[in-house]
């Protein structure tokens, strides 16, 4: 889609090619490009990764190693489902578990829940743009089999954009050749012009080829061009740019007409602030930005001075807010056992021959139920809910929003380690610790959906503040 891949006949792309291929010395101006041209055009939505979520649910669990090789074996030829076996203070513990992939947009599951991107059989020509209002884009205009030239350019609102031809940038490439012949999936033959049209060229008396007798055939003509319009935008706003095209022989063969949407500029939000302060830098010294004045890898970078504020997420044109989260880290709560065991969700001591190991106190280090099926096995947003990360909430922009007050690893832990030895006897270590941190993060996830693209993204941002410290003596993390 950024190129002009099927612009004439081989040997004048070749020709051409020396107008493309020097942006360095040709846009010396570096201003960003934009493409008229015929594609395939997406035919369906696609999805971010994080938006397909993984459940894993227990469909069979036993102590009883027969019984689990009988129940096993009444899924040998089910992909979904998996075996797992876990060992908790010596005891084992057989599962089935199946896997099931779905769409947290659309709904759908199994292999409908991440469709691949598909494309129309036919090529079409482009029909919006989308460009940023902070100074001037080039719109190429790729022209092909017998078309060379474009006039009657004009802007529907001149007070949006402005748009003339750029005379020092394309190429023009003449030739006597026929255009380049194409075979369908049907069998037919054909070419198309600069604005799409499908022209079929009759087969041969023979039907192995087309006809090179055809007035079809003979009246084609393989000369190209690249053409670039310079679009000088206003102000935001939407305008149509629309010209006609002219081949060799200087006979109007079509009109192309384009919607240009002209935007602040071309990143996902046109707003995203906290109490007032921008999360994103819209131009370089924008003092209402959060990290004004502040340096990438100062330890304030993207610290907020307020504990709660307004959120406010908003859309650039060609963009939509889905879905607004809001992560933090819950408050430490009372944990009893050194090891985690995701399948029983438990905490549990070890103990054995050569020795003992056991934990006690309170984190906040804790797995969470994000999708409220009962298990932590999940995983939600691309995150697995036996991670024992932040805790999400739904929001909605304008609404206020309190930051998170605690650490990724926060609480206070006393672990006790016994060496157990017949001869020397049993020695014992414990150990007494604080886990803190100096600031506490909030993230802020916003799923989007992309207009011109046809995609569902996430895209995130990490704010924070000063954390809450626990009392005892403290081993920083």
């Not at 009883?64 to 030829?77: L, N, V």
């Not at 489902?81 to 203070?89: L, Y």
Request: charged share 30%; proline share 2%; with cysteine.
């Amino acid at each position: 889609m950024r190129k002009f891949s099927k612009i004439g006949a081989t040997a004048l792309a070749l020709a051409l090619s020396v107008a493309f291929a020097t942006p360095a010395s040709v846009n010396a101006a570096n201003y960003p490009v934009k493409y008229i041209e015929l594609e395939r055009e997406k035919t369906n939505v696609t999805y971010s990764s994080k938006l397909i979520t993984e459940d894993n649910t227990i469909i069979y669990q036993t102590t009883d190693y027969k019984a689990f090789q009988a129940e096993a074996a009444k899924y040998s030829g089910d992909s979904t489902v998996k075996r797992v076996t876990t060992t908790v203070k010596g005891n084992k513990t057989y599962y089935l578990v199946r896997t099931t992939v779905k769409n947290e947009i659309s709904g759908a599951t199994g292999s409908d829940a991440d469709p691949k991107a598909t494309y129309a059989e036919e090529e079409t020509l482009t029909k919006r743009i989308y460009i940023n209002s902070d100074g001037p884009t080039l719109l190429g205009v790729g022209l092909r089999n017998g078309d060379v030239a474009i006039k009657k350019l004009k802007s529907s609102k001149n007070s949006v954009l402005t748009a003339t031809i750029d005379r020092s940038k394309g190429g023009v490439a003449k030739t006597d050749e026929n255009a380049d012949i194409e075979k369908d999936k049907d069998g037919n033959y054909y070419y198309r012009t600069s604005t799409g049209q499908k022209i079929i060229i009759p087969k041969n008396a023979k039907g192995t080829g087309y006809d090179k007798e055809s007035a079809e055939y003979k009246n084609s003509n393989g000369s190209a061009a690249a053409v670039y319009i310079k679009l000088t935008p206003k102000r935001c706003g939407t305008s149509k740019v629309s010209f006609a095209v002219y081949n060799k022989y200087g006979k109007q063969t079509g009109k192309i007409a384009v919607k240009i949407t002209v935007r602040s500029d071309g990143d996902v939000f046109k707003t995203f602030s906290f109490g007032g302060k921008s999360l994103i830098q819209k131009h370089y010294g924008d003092k209402n930005y959060i990290n004004y004045g502040r340096k990438v890898n100062s330890y304030d970078y993207n610290l907020s001075t307020k504990k709660k504020g307004r959120l406010v997420v908003k859309a650039n044109k060609g963009y939509k807010i889905v879905k607004i989260l809001v992560g933090t880290y819950e408050k430490p709560k009372s944990i009893k056992g050194v090891d985690y065991d995701k399948y029983s969700n438990t905490y549990y001591d070890v103990d054995n021959e050569y020795g003992s190991s056991s934990a006690k106190g309170k984190t906040n280090a804790t797995p969470h139920d994000y999708n409220g099926d009962g298990d932590v096995l999940d995983k939600v947003y691309g995150n697995y809910e036996y991670n024992r990360g932040m805790k999400y909430k739904t929001v909605k922009s304008g609404k206020t929003i309190k930051l998170g007050q605690y650490g990724s690893n926060s609480g206070k832990w006393t672990t006790t380690e016994v060496d157990k030895d017949a001869k020397l006897g049993n020695r014992t270590t414990t150990i007494d610790e604080v886990y803190y941190s100096d600031y506490a993060p909030t993230n802020i996830m916003v799923v989007y959906y992309d207009i011109e693209d046809k995609y569902y993204g996430v895209t995130s941002t990490t704010i924070y503040a000063k954390a809450k410290q626990p009392k005892g003596k403290k081993s920083k993390k």
